[in-house]
């Protein structure tokens, strides 16, 4: 019997024994630290054999085959080890899609992949399509793979994802942007990183689709080098030839060779120009699955947007506060600023990823009065902002960032949680970092 031993015990970890159980291998799970009581449950319930806080060296290479988590790098010396025994590494995704026929619309990016991947959920599953929603969000796609049979899945795959993918293929493929993220993971080498993102390709068909943004310099680079063998789709701010969709006269214009999708830009429930290109991607995407267009228009005027994305927490004397917590790069927080239509103080801070403030220099010196810096390490945000803007303040817990924020602030600030890092120096997650958020703003 082939033995499969599962690296990491999370909800990708987890979602993979149970897949690997199914399929009928020999399962052992082990994580480096401690797993989660849910999970610990589960794979007892199942008499699935796993280990905790270390690994038994012995019984990860004795393995046909390794399904390690996105988030263990491959350059660990276990890993090392496997790979030279020969022992084959796959990703989660890798391993699930080889147990499934669904049609599977895979989406990436530096930023905007969780918005998109959950609105094109939202516009097939209202569509009445039988449909799954995996990758980096909600449940893992090997425990759905396993546990339903779903026509169609919707999937949003990082970087580290697309790593450990190698016969993997989408059927519709949709790369939003690349921006430098996750340059620690890279060798801080961006040609590395742009070459994981656009792995998202590989395996394609002229059966296939891609669709990516047009006016990304890095991205169309890439495309003419490696001229993609699917048909190609493109969208654009503005209107321009061979973009497939763009505003223009406050209409948002879809060209699919079957036809032409309109509506107009005012009934998209998602504002701004990043979420007008989600939104582009989006509804590419449901074209070419033949979607009516009345479910289509629907569906993007009704959606209720992302938990930790750009999400009003609430109004006090007159200061609004939003939560951006899933800003863990630059770009996003660039993103972010750009939708500010008041004066900002800004919470930034966390634990740097290798992170260039240029991008977003102007924008804070334009929009924003006061700054807070959240992480056990500010000295390189010290380094970049001290002397450009006047009042910068440090805080060592969200209530102190919170409390902070709201005493620096005046009526018809905003005050934006948008870090521009990962949480992992002061919290779990960047979901518990935007759920502290909200637990502190509304103590206020």
């Known amino acids: 019997m082939k033995k499969i031993v599962i690296l990491g015990g999370g909800e990708s970890g987890v979602g993979s024994a149970i897949l690997a159980l199914a399929k009928g291998f020999e399962v052992f799970l082990s994580d480096n630290g401690a797993l989660q009581d849910k999970y610990k449950t589960e794979l007892t319930e199942r008499n699935i054999p796993f280990e905790e806080k270390g690994h038994t060296e012995e019984n990860i290479l004795s393995a046909d085959e390794i399904i390690k988590s996105p988030g263990i790098p491959d350059s660990v010396p276990l890993l090392l080890q496997a790979k030279a025994k020969g022992i084959s590494i796959i990703s989660e995704i890798e391993f699930a899609g080889r147990y499934t026929n669904a049609t599977k619309i895979c989406i990436t990016g530096s930023n905007g992949k969780t918005t998109t991947t959950s609105l094109l959920y939202h516009v097939l599953k209202s569509a009445g399509l039988n449909v799954g929603l995996g990758g980096n969000i909600g449940k893992s796609f090997a425990r759905q793979v396993a546990d339903n049979s779903y026509d169609y899945y919707v999937l949003e795959l990082s970087s580290f994802q697309l790593d450990n993918m190698y016969d993997f293929k989408a059927d519709i493929a949709i790369l939003l942007n690349i921006t430098p993220d996750h340059l620690d993971r890279y060798d801080h080498d961006f040609q590395k990183y742009v070459d994981a993102k656009m792995r998202i390709t590989q395996n394609q068909t002229p059966k296939d689709a891609f669709i990516y943004w047009a006016e990304d ?10 001229q993609p063998k699917a048909r190609v789709f493109t969208f654009s701010e503005h209107k321009a030839d061979n973009v497939s969709a763009y505003a223009d006269n406050d209409q948002i214009v879809i060209n699919t060779s079957k036809s032409v999708f309109t509506m107009e830009q005012d009934l998209l429930a998602l504002t701004g120009t990043h979420n007008l290109y989600n939104s582009l991607a989006s509804a590419i995407a449901a074209k070419l699955l033949d979607i009516k267009d009345e479910k289509i228009r629907l569906s993007l005027s009704d959606f209720k947007g992302v938990e930790h994305r750009l999400e009003k927490v609430a109004t006090v004397k007159g200061i609004q506060f939003i939560n951006d917590s899933k800003a863990t790069n630059v770009n996003s927080c660039w993103y972010a600023l750009k939708s500010m239509k008041t004066k900002v103080v800004l919470i930034l801070g966390g634990k740097d990823k290798g992170n260039d403030y240029q991008e977003i220099e102007e924008l804070v010196k334009t929009k924003v009065h006061a700054l807070v810096f959240l992480g056990v390490d500010n000295s390189k945000l010290h380094r970049f902002f001290d002397g450009k803007i006047e009042t910068i303040v440090d805080a060592g817990s969200m209530e102190e960032a919170v409390t902070k924020a709201y005493s620096l602030s005046g009526e018809g600030d905003s005050v934006l949680l948008s ?21 502190w703003v509304r103590k206020l």
Not at 419 to 439: H, I, M, N, T, V
């Open 217 to 226: 310099p890095v991205v169309t680079k890439e495309v003419a080098k490696k």
């Open 419 to 439: 870090p521009c890092c990962a949480s992992f120096d002061l919290f779990k997650s960047y979901e518990d970092r935007g759920d502290q958020f909200k637990y």
